[in-house]
């Protein structure tokens, strides 16, 4: 089985900066791709950042380019989001997968992904 132990989430104030952490057990990420998603209350799971396959390639939604920043660290089987200026739109349960299928044209694409660590939530107040 694959888990992800999530870290980081919470409150915080318009502009500011959190980073989220996903430590990946069982499969060893640089042969999926790593991806985060978010998820509003109402609102369909949206994608927002991802690293293909060996590090190959970065992708980024429109609503965060510029702002949020993907990486992983390999030895560590770790994923990380660094989310800065950070606005109210952001809030949201933010969630790690993995895909061990998934390709370019479908990296946006929630079920293209196995598996999914717990969300972690973020609130961005005005």
């Known amino acids: 089985d694959v888990s992800c132990r999530r870290l980081g989430g919470g409150s915080v104030q318009a502009g500011a900066s959190l980073r989220l952490s996903c430590v990946v057990s069982?499969?060893?990420?640089?042969?999926?791709?790593t991806t985060w998603f978010r998820q509003a209350p109402g609102k369909e799971r949206e994608f927002v950042a991802a690293i293909t396959r060996n590090g190959a390639s970065i992708r980024y939604s429109d609503s965060v380019k510029g702002r949020f920043t993907i990486s992983r660290d390999s030895a560590k089987n770790a994923v990380y989001l660094q989310m800065d200026s950070l606005k109210p739109e952001d809030s949201a349960a933010y969630y790690c997968?993995?895909?061990?299928?998934?390709?370019?044209?479908?990296?946006?694409?929630?079920?293209?992904?196995?598996?999914w660590g717990q969300g972690t939530v973020v609130t961005v107040s005005s």
């Open positions: 069982g499969r060893t990420i640089r042969t999926m791709f």
């Open positions: 997968a993995l895909g061990s299928s998934v390709i370019l044209s479908t990296l946006a694409s929630a079920s293209a992904y196995n598996y």
